[in-house]
């Protein structure tokens, strides 16, 4: 079994920055790629940004040149570095992870709040 823990969320002023993180535990034998989703009220959850294990990246444009995605793969843990939040960035934020137990499968987290305040 595979387990995903975020921390981080908060409430934190327009302009201001978050950092949200994501470690992963359990029978893990390696990690594709993992990654940040957000999902508003009444709203489908959309990509925030992915990191594979090669290191490639890609980021919704909505956050692009503010948000950045890093992993510590000894740590199998996941980072997303919020600076110059708007108040449309605040939502509930979800880890993701393709990880492979024997089979290759999906997790998530159980979700963070982010609050920007204008």
């Known amino acids: 079994q595979v387990q995903l823990v975020e921390s981080g969320g908060g409430l934190v002023q327009a302009g201001g920055s978050l950092r949200l993180s994501c470690a992963a535990s359990g029978s893990i034998r390696s990690i594709n790629a993992m990654g940040w989703y957000r999902q508003a009220p009444v709203k489908q959850r959309e990509l925030v940004a992915i990191?594979?294990?090669?290191?490639?990246?890609n980021y919704a444009d909505s956050v692009k040149g503010r948000f950045t995605i890093t992993t510590d793969n000894a740590k199998n843990t996941v980072y997303l570095q919020m600076n110059t939040l708007k108040p449309e960035d605040t939502t509930v934020y979800y880890c993701n992870a393709n990880i492979r137990v024997g089979y290759l499968e999906t997790y998530w987290g159980q979700g963070t709040q982010v609050t920007v305040s204008s």
């Open positions: 990191i594979t294990s090669g290191g490639m990246t």
